[in-house]
């Protein structure tokens, strides 16, 4: 059975979603709103007392692959050893 929002309703519903609608908005929500409620009010209809929750429909696994270690090889460089770096912060 269909139903249809009362004005009222659905003002309340657009305070609480602090939306301000204009009129062709409040038609057009209203009607969207009213559609929802009926399809909720279908589906509460089925019976569901068979029917087992699933909580994740996709299984959760790590895909973990295995490390590799390469060795770089670097021709014509030199040794760093120090860096020179300019103060950042000074305590003074």
Avoid: W
Wanted: a positive charge.
């Amino acid at each position: 059975m269909k139903k249809s929002l009362s004005k009222k309703s659905v003002e309340h519903l657009a305070k609480l979603a602090k939306l301000e609608l204009s009129k062709k908005e409040f038609e057009k929500y209203s009607k969207d709103l009213s559609g929802i409620l009926d399809y909720v009010s279908e589906i509460s209809k089925l019976n569901l007392k068979n029917i087992q929750s699933a909580s994740c429909v996709v299984s959760l696994e790590n895909k973990m692959r295995q490390d590799k270690i390469q060795k770089l090889e670097v021709k014509n460089a030199n040794p760093v050893r120090y860096f020179k770096t300019k103060v950042v912060l000074n305590n003074a």
